[in-house]
Nanobody
Framework: VQLQASGGGLVQAGGSLRLSCAAS????????MAWSRQAPGQEREFVAG????????FYADSVKGRFTISRDNAKNTMYLQMNTLKPEDTAVYYC?????????????????WGQGTQVTVSS
């Protein structure tokens, strides 16, 4: 499994970014996927997860109402639309593929990870 995350960058507080995660090497549409993030000196934390069909999603409380996770199985791509960004959203964002169809909120439950994309929100 190969995952390529992109779309990060520098944005002012209140701004928006859209992250993408292109997947290859696996039957993409059979597995749940997720976004997690890791800020300097902190543990990796779950941000959002999505079921194989995209019909179910789950968000961390810290991003609920501001971030939207989605996927396009025809393009083998997952997205994270991030609105109303805050300085505390600054982190490296990683995409991951689950072992099955359930959405786990613990990053250690995801065995496949991309290389990460940096998101920096200035105040």
């Amino acid at each position: 499994v190969q995952l390529q995350a992109s779309g990060g960058g520098l944005v002012q507080a209140g701004g928006s970014l859209r992250l993408s995660c292109a997947a290859s090497g696996r039957t993409f549409s059979s597995y749940s996927m997720a976004w997690s993030r890791q800020a300097p000196g902190q543990e990796r934390e779950f941000v959002a997860g999505i079921s194989p069909s995209g019909s179910s999603t789950f968000y961390a409380d810290s991003v609920k109402g501001r971030f939207t996770i989605s996927r396009d199985n025809a393009k083998n791509t997952m997205y994270l639309q991030m609105n109303t960004l805050k300085p505390e959203d600054t982190a490296v964002y990683y995409c991951a593929v689950a072992r099955g169809s359930g959405i786990a909120s613990e990053p250690s439950m995801y065995p496949y990870w991309g290389q990460g994309t940096q998101v920096t929100v200035s105040s």
